[in-house]
């Protein structure tokens, strides 16, 4: 069983910056891709950003790109979510989510993940 942690998130005023992590209990990532998800009140969860931790293959919403990085933190077995340009609209709870699979894929629907973390709340203010 896979568990995942999230922490970094907190109030941020709009334009400022915050960085999530995502802390697994598994020895090694090998294999897994790790993605970052987030949810706001009334609306579906929505795929923020993805990487393959084996080969490093990066792939971001558009709602985010430029703005957002994901980079994988080796030391620590980790996965980061660096945000910039922060809006409003970015205010929501944020998840990661993780999976194994050896094929070479772009997994960017929440059905696509095994492993889930609790939710980190990222509030956005004016």
């Known amino acids: 069983q896979v568990q995942l942690v999230e922490s970094g998130g907190g109030l941020v005023q709009a334009g400022g910056s915050l960085r999530l992590s995502c802390a697994a209990s598994v020895r090694t990532f090998n294999l897994f891709y790790v993605g970052w998800f987030r949810q706001s009140p009334g609306k579906q969860r929505e795929f923020i950003a993805t990487i393959s931790w084996s080969d490093n293959r990066i792939y971001y919403a558009d709602s985010v790109k430029g703005r957002f990085t994901i980079s994988r933190d080796n030391g620590e077995n980790a996965v980061s979510l660096q945000m910039s340009s922060l809006l409003l609209e970015d205010t929501a709870v944020y998840y990661c989510?993780?999976?194994?699979?050896?094929?070479?894929?772009?997994?960017?629907?929440?059905?696509?993940?095994?492993?889930w973390g609790q939710g980190t709340q990222v509030t956005v203010s004016s």
């Open positions: 989510a993780a999976r194994v699979s050896s094929v070479e894929e772009r997994f960017v629907r929440d059905s696509e993940y095994h492993y």
